[in-house]
């Protein structure tokens, strides 16, 4: 059974920074394609950052450079730094692994 348990999201101001972080359990973070997805208010969950069984990662255009994607395979957890953050990055963050399973999500809310 996989369970991933994101944890870190909270309030922060414009410019501010927070680091995401995703325990999984049932799944390898070195052997799946790991990730975390974004859902803002009123909006469709769509996916921000990747990380590849290689270690490849990839990153939506709306992030890329302030946003990277880690990973502890001794842990097995996968991160999210978060840097130079904006309101419109102000939603739920949920942990995907293996591009079908997903946390219950962490909410990250940043204040103009």
């Known amino acids: 059974q996989v369970q991933l348990v994101e944890s870190g999201g909270g309030l922060v101001q414009t410019g501010g920074s927070l680091t995401l972080s995703c325990a999984a359990s049932?799944?390898?973070?070195?052997?799946?394609?790991m990730g975390w997805d974004r859902q803002a208010p009123g909006n469709q969950r769509k996916w921000v950052a990747r990380i590849s069984s290689g270690g490849y990662t990839i990153y939506d255009d709306s992030v890329k450079g302030r946003f990277t994607i880690s990973r502890d395979i001794a842990k097995n957890t996968v991160y999210l730094q978060m840097n130079s953050l904006e309101p419109e990055d102000t939603g739920i963050y949920y942990c995907?692994?293996?591009?079908?399973?997903w946390g219950q999500g962490t909410q990250v809310t940043v204040s103009s």
């Open positions: 049932g799944i390898g973070v070195s052997e799946n394609m």
């Open positions: 995907n692994g293996g591009l079908t399973n």
